[in-house]
């Protein structure tokens, strides 16, 4: 099993930036691809950036693309930079790990998830 905790949540006001963190622990063998989703109250998980296990290849939402960059210092640990941040961006951020070492946008084809941190953005 993987186990991953997300960091770096909070309130921002609109134009703002965070950076939230995702470490991975346990079994991180089984680790490879990476990727941030979130939900905001009322509506579904969405997808908003992935990365490849080596980190030379990345994906991201249309709604977040030349905003967020998501990196990752090694296969343990991802990051995920949010600046010019907007009220829409709130939710609750997601990270997840699946197995194969290509990046996905589908959420089923990810298995290990984190608890999610707060991202909440005031206008």
């Known amino acids: 099993q993987v186990q991953l905790v997300e960091s770096g949540g909070g309130l921002v006001q609109a134009g703002g930036s965070l950076r939230l963190s995702c470490v991975a622990s346990?079994?991180?063998?089984?680790?490879?691809?990476m990727g941030w989703f979130r939900q905001a109250s009322g509506k579904e998980r969405e997808f908003v950036a992935t990365?490849?296990?080596?980190?030379?290849?990345t994906s991201y939402a249309n709604s977040v693309k030349g905003r967020f960059t998501i990196s990752r210092d090694n296969v343990n640990i991802v990051y995920l930079q949010m600046n010019s941040l907007k009220p829409e961006d709130t939710a609750v951020y997601y990270c997840?790990?699946?197995?194969?070492?290509?990046?996905?946008?589908?959420?089923?084809?990810?298995?290990?998830w984190g608890q999610g941190t707060q991202v909440t953005v005031s206008s």
């Open positions: 990365i490849s296990y080596g980190g030379g290849t």
């Open positions: 997840a790990a699946r197995r194969r070492l290509d990046p996905s946008d589908e959420e089923f084809s990810y298995n290990y």
């Open positions: 346990g079994r991180t063998i089984s680790n490879g691809a």
